[in-house]
């Protein structure tokens, strides 16, 4: 069963927990149920999130655009640049220009204008021309449908105190999954005790 965490961040770079939820299932409709006990969760303290950071899982995205339309997406790029990084090795075989790939991405990504943004795209057409299927794979995965998500020049204008990534939540779900796990070993060794004793 997945576990699904929400968390929180402030302006003071504090990170507080709002759900953990073990799914049945990654679909749209499990995801759909999440955000829609969660915006009655915080219309409940009179209080919306200001952006949603996330993977570009579609079904989640869907989800949160359904419940929370109008309110901004960031992609995180740590899942961005693991998919390039998937992507790219098969092709580039050696892990310094992988390395040197994700540079010319982050160029792109960190673009604080347009017109920065379309410099950037434009040299990495030129010095990565050779390795075309994955300067399409970028474009056609990733910017073209989602540079708005990514990118600063876009990105910048959402209010959302330095975060590109949702390691927030890995941290968080990290220390859930440890302490969910002891918690489960502790009842589960307390009921075989139990039952041990019973016959």
């Not at 056609?140 to 876009?154: G, M, Q, S």
């Amino acid at each position: 069963m997945p576990l699904f965490e929400i968390v929180g961040f402030t302006s003071t770079w504090r990170t507080f927990q709002v759900a953990s939820v073990l799914m049945s299932d990654e679909k749209t409709e499990a995801y759909d149920w999440i955000m829609r006990m969660l915006k009655e969760m915080l219309q409940g303290v009179g209080k919306l999130p200001n952006v949603f950071v996330t993977d570009r899982e579609l079904a989640l995205l869907n989800a949160v655009a359904k419940q929370f339309p109008g309110i901004p997406k960031i992609l995180c790029r740590r899942h961005i640049y693991k998919d390039i990084e998937a992507r790219s090795r098969p092709r580039m075989h050696k892990s310094a220009l992988v390395y040197d790939f994700q540079h010319a991405c982050t160029r792109i990504f960190e673009a604080s204008t347009e017109k920065d943004y379309d410099a950037a795209r434009a040299r990495m057409q030129i010095e990565w021309s050779t390795y075309q299927s994955v300067i399409d794979y970028l474009n056609d995965t990733w910017l073209t449908p989602y540079k708005e998500n990514i990118v600063r020049a876009w990105v910048d204008k959402i209010t959302h105190f330095g975060t590109y990534t949702s390691n927030r939540c890995v941290t968080v779900y990290n220390t859930f999954a440890i302490q969910f796990l002891f918690s489960t070993f502790i009842d589960i060794c307390i009921v075989k005790y139990i039952l041990s004793f019973q016959g």
